[in-house]
């Protein structure tokens, strides 16, 4: 069965600072994997996807993320973090190539990030 | 930007009413889900469908149930309102393996 880790449960990181958030994935071949971002009160936005090609895939606001097949793991980072990354993110997986590809996903339980003056 | 909405977008409600929390897409995607969250934890699948007709229960039991009349619209409903269906609810929707949500509905049972 898929699941999805993300260790880090809550990160506080000071305006500036670089962010990292660990995502690590089990599954039995090549997933798609994205980050989704959630601010208080509202729905989760898609920050970015990997599907195949560059492992490195650059997203919206900044973020970016790098697939690790021989880790198993699918990290999110930005360089330099702005007050309003404040937010939880969300690493999911989802089946690759399958006769009905009807994209059904396993997300991990989430990271709060605090960002600090 | 994706244009799927839920409301009501809040809802206090007393044991045992019957609620349907709404959920439409103008994106003409085949492929909608519905979500439950509670705080600090994953979101867990409870519902989802690939089409008109089309409905399946998702990882998590729940108690609710769903229909699908129309390709834009995706209703969630409780027949019976319990405290322990307190959480929020997250629809979504896709065309493939990309998922666009709603805004969520935060329910609260008294």
């Known amino acids: 069965a898929q699941s999805v880790t993300q260790p880090d449960i809550h990160i506080t990181v000071s305006e500036g600072a670089s962010l990292e958030l660990r995502c690590n994935y089990s599954?039995?071949?090549?997933?798609?994997l994205f980050w989704y971002v959630q601010s208080p009160g509202q729905g989760l936005q898609l920050l970015l996807k990997?599907?195949?090609?560059?492992?490195l895939v650059q997203g919206i606001k900044g973020f970016e993320a790098e697939f690790k097949r021989s880790q198993s793991s699918f990290n999110l980072r930005k360089p330099s973090v702005h007050w309003s990354d404040a937010a939880e993110y969300f690493c999911a997986v989802g089946p690759g190539v399958t006769t009905d590809s009807w994209g059904k996903l396993q997300f991990g339980a989430g990271t709060q990030v605090v960002v600090t003056p | 930007e994706a244009d799927i909405y839920q409301t009501p977008r809040y809802l206090v409600i007393g044991t045992g009413k019957k609620i349907t929390l709404e959920c439409s897409q103008t994106m003409g995607h085949d492929k909608m889900y519905w979500y439950q969250q509670d705080p600090g934890m994953e979101l867990h699948l409870i519902h989802y469908s690939y089409g008109v007709n089309s409905t399946e229960k998702g990882d998590l039991s729940s108690e609710s149930t769903v229909s699908r009349i129309r390709t834009e619209h995706f209703p969630l409903t409780l027949e019976s309102a319990r405290p322990s269906h307190t959480s929020q609810y997250l629809c979504a929707s896709s065309r493939e393996d990309e998922q666009y949500f709603g805004p969520g509905t935060r329910l609260t049972v008294t």
């Open positions: 599954y039995g071949a090549t997933p798609y």
């Open positions: 990997y599907f195949s090609g560059d492992t």
